[in-house]
């Protein structure tokens, strides 16, 4: 395996054939076997300062390399499990549930707003008569503060170690999968309280349950 970086306009899309084009140069084999590389897009990153231009990072492998694709663990169904208590249904208490349901145990959630659909009522007298919810808002309620503000992925973590399972499970419950490559992933406010229900119907699917 050899990781490779390619560049191409921004707006244009990156093609298999320039991948294993450049992947041809860079492992040193013959032109012949270029259509039995294979590859893996890891980032895509926007750098402006000239122009502006797209830039990946690729993995490539020879034919007879292995390339290992990550695998999201499923969930058990957790109906008739031990039940464990979760304050709050904020990213940690939601991705906290989700965990549990990997391991097999209930997650019993606890929020004390309410949830992701009828917070936008709460906050819609907010901003029009200046009526604040103290239990429903933009900071209290299912999917946190984070729901209706804006939507950026990052961490403050200076050891991030392996965020794939987050990113994953972002996108099988809707995120765009562009988070999986992007630099600054980006979900978008638009479309965050779509994955934080498709994210409660699944742990109570699974047996959890939740408490507003």
């Given at each position: 395996?050899?990781?490779?970086?390619?560049?191409?306009?921004?707006?244009?899309?990156l093609?298999?054939?320039?991948i294993?084009?450049?992947?041809v140069?860079a492992?040193?084999v013959?032109?012949?076997?270029k259509g039995q590389?294979?590859?893996?897009?890891?980032?895509r990153s926007?750098?402006?300062?000239?122009d502006?231009?797209y830039r990946y990072?690729?993995?490539?492998?020879k034919?007879?390399?292995?390339?290992d694709?990550y695998?999201?663990e499923e969930?058990?169904?957790v109906?008739d499990?031990?039940?464990?208590?979760?304050i709050?249904?904020?990213?940690a208490?939601?991705?906290?549930?989700?965990?549990?349901?990997m391991?097999?145990f209930?997650p019993v959630?606890?929020?004390?707003?309410?949830?992701?659909?009828q917070?936008k009522?709460?906050m819609?007298?907010?901003?029009k008569?200046?009526v604040?919810?103290?239990d429903?808002?933009?900071?209290f309620?299912?999917?946190?503060?984070?729901t209706?503000s804006?939507?950026?992925?990052?961490t403050?973590?200076?050891?991030?170690g392996?965020?794939r399972?987050?990113?994953h499970?972002?996108?099988?419950f809707?995120a765009?999968p562009t988070?999986?490559?992007d630099?600054?992933?980006h979900i978008?406010?638009?479309?965050?309280?779509?994955v934080?229900e498709?994210?409660?119907?699944?742990?109570?699917?699974?047996?959890g349950?939740?408490?507003f």
């Amino acid at each position: 395996m050899k990781e490779i970086e390619i560049s191409v306009k921004l707006g244009k899309e990156l093609t298999a054939d320039e991948i294993q084009t450049a992947a041809v140069k860079a492992l040193g084999v013959s032109p012949k076997i270029k259509g039995q590389l294979r590859y893996r897009i890891m980032r895509r990153s926007i750098d402006a300062r000239n122009d502006i231009l797209y830039r990946y990072k690729v993995e490539v492998y020879k034919p007879d390399e292995v390339m290992d694709e990550y695998v999201l663990e499923e969930y058990k169904n957790v109906a008739d499990a031990e039940p464990v208590i979760i304050i709050g249904a904020g990213p940690a208490g939601m991705f906290a549930a989700l965990r549990l349901l990997m391991r097999g145990f209930k997650p019993v959630i606890l929020e004390r707003g309410k949830d992701v659909h009828q917070r936008k009522f709460d906050m819609a007298k907010l901003s029009k008569e200046g009526v604040v919810n103290p239990d429903s808002n933009y900071c209290f309620g299912e999917g946190g503060a984070g729901t209706f503000s804006d939507g950026k992925l990052y961490t403050r973590s200076s050891k991030r170690g392996d965020i794939r399972e987050v990113l994953h499970q972002l996108v099988r419950f809707g995120a765009d999968p562009t988070i999986l490559l992007d630099a600054h992933p980006h979900i978008g406010s638009d479309r965050l309280p779509i994955v934080v229900e498709n994210i409660r119907k699944c742990i109570i699917e699974h047996g959890g349950e939740y408490h507003f």
